[in-house]
């Protein structure tokens, strides 16, 4: 998604981390690596802490979840690295508003895809979002 739409916000809402940062040298960490490192401390603390709330582990192990995501409300976007194969890993959502992971069965373009058309509503998310006309700003 992040190579056929490029970095940015989608909604001025939802931002996707990439895995190579375009934009700095290579002897830097990208956005993706510095958003998990800032994440991952906490997440794990949260789920050793609230196992009810967090039941996954978070990195890169098979079965764990892998940031790649949020928003500006501070939820969070996973992949549940669940198989060989990255195509069929399903989304999690992680909201602040509602404090649970939601799963999603389909890659982040289809769900942002989902989010624009209207054929998405997710309770997580502001409605307010869901009901303005949707914008890329790179």
Not at 10 to 29: C, T, V, W
Not at 94 to 119: P, V, W
Request: proline share 4%; hydrophobic share 45%; with cysteine.
């Amino acid at each position: 998604c992040v190579s056929r739409y490029g970095l940015g916000y989608f909604f001025g809402f939802f931002i996707l981390y990439s895995p190579i940062d375009i934009q700095q040298s290579s002897e830097r960490l990208s956005i993706f690596e510095c958003k998990i490192a800032e994440n991952l401390w906490g997440l794990e603390s949260l789920r050793l802490e609230y196992p009810d709330i967090f039941p996954f582990d978070f990195g890169k192990i098979s079965g764990s979840l892998i940031l790649f995501g949020g928003t500006s409300n501070g939820d969070q976007v996973f992949w549940l690295n669940n198989s060989d194969d990255s195509e069929k890993w399903p989304l999690y959502v992680f909201s602040d508003n509602i404090l649970e992971f939601t799963r999603f069965d389909f890659g982040i373009e289809a769900f942002l895809i989902a989010l624009i058309t209207g054929e998405l509503v997710y309770s997580g998310f502001p409605q307010e979002l869901l009901s303005q006309k949707a914008f890329v700003a790179v």
